[in-house]
């Protein structure tokens, strides 16, 4: 079965299981988009899409400056 969901829904949905998992502490940073785009191998435009999902979803919050 193939996933028809964009890319960058995919990669927030493996994002959000993985905080919902405990993977990432409550006020812990992500890792940067570079790392991020690194582990899942796609580009960091895809990584910050995902990124900002996850921000309208209310699981993240973005601070300029500082991280996710």
Sequence with gaps: MT????LYEQISQKLA???????????QRLPSERELAQ????????VREAIIALEL???VQVR???GV
Excluded: N, Q
């Design 3 to 6: 996933d028809t969901r964009r």
């Design 39 to 46: 582990s899942f191998g796609i580009s960091r435009p895809t």
């Design 64 to 66: 300029l400056g500082s």
């Design 57 to 59: 979803d209310g699981l």
């Design 17 to 27: 299981k993985a905080i919902a998992e405990g993977e990432y502490e409550v006020g």
